[in-house]
């Protein structure tokens, strides 16, 4: 049975939703001011291209953007628990930012490929600013490879969330990922099992609470 387009759609639109929130936590905050300002840029396109999913899914489903991203009980959240993490130190922040990047590029690379004209259209619309958004990253990789400390402390953020990477794809689009990560790093990553998207870690629930606040707080029927 072919998979539903929605259902695609949701998984893409919550991961990007999410990652963009969390990234959005490094505003004011991050250890470079040129980073305040690259992870609110990258955040604002992450949730810019949730919008435009979720858009998608809800001319399928029958109903709006809004009440895809803010109104499903927390079950229904489809997204990969790597973006569901809250907000990491640095380097894992920065280990998270590549893996996620890595994979998403190879789930574009499908999209744009695919039988369908608008899920294409719209993966090559996103593509064009994800590709910034892998630049940055492959940036901060280089750099912390560079110095013993960065080294070290980026393989083991590396080492920590990849069975949550591995989670991001499936099937042969996991494969593709994990040999793209591999080949890329100068060491190693273990054989390990995925942790899959029906899991929910528990910032998730806090995050959903904290994003939802103001829509919960409005009658119900108000216009956004």
């Not at 001011?33 to 979720?54: P, T």
């Not at 080492?159 to 991001?168: C, F, I, S, T």
Request: some cysteine; overall charge negative; glycine content about 4%.
């Amino acid at each position: 049975m072919t998979r539903p387009r929605a259902d695609l759609l949701l998984e893409l639109a919550d991961d990007e939703l999410i990652l963009g929130w969390r990234d959005s936590e490094w505003t004011g905050i991050a250890p470079f001011l040129e980073e305040d300002v690259a992870f609110s840029s990258i955040a604002q396109n992450e949730i810019g291209h949730a919008r435009a999913l979720y858009e998608l899914a809800a001319r399928d489903l029958g109903t709006d953007a809004d009440a895809l991203a803010f109104d499903r009980p927390i079950a229904e959240y489809r997204c990969a628990p790597l973006v569901q993490l809250r907000r990491l130190e640095w380097a894992r922040t920065i280990a998270r930012h590549w893996l996620y990047e890595t994979a998403d590029a190879v789930r574009i690379e499908a999209l744009k490929d695919s039988d369908d004209v608008e899920v294409a259209g719209l993966a090559g619309k996103i593509e064009r600013e994800e590709t910034y958004h892998r630049l940055h990253a492959e940036m901060w990789i280089e750099r912390l490879l560079a110095a013993p400390e960065g080294r070290t402390r980026l393989e083991e953020a590396l080492l920590e969330l990849w069975p949550y990477a591995l989670g991001v794809l499936e099937g042969e689009l996991r494969e593709t990922f994990a040999a793209r990560v591999r080949e890329r790093l100068p060491f190693g990553l273990p054989e390990v099992e995925a942790i899959p998207r029906d899991r929910h870690e528990p910032e998730l629930a806090e995050l959903l609470d904290e994003m939802t606040i103001v829509r919960r707080s409005a009658p119900v029927g108000a216009q956004w």
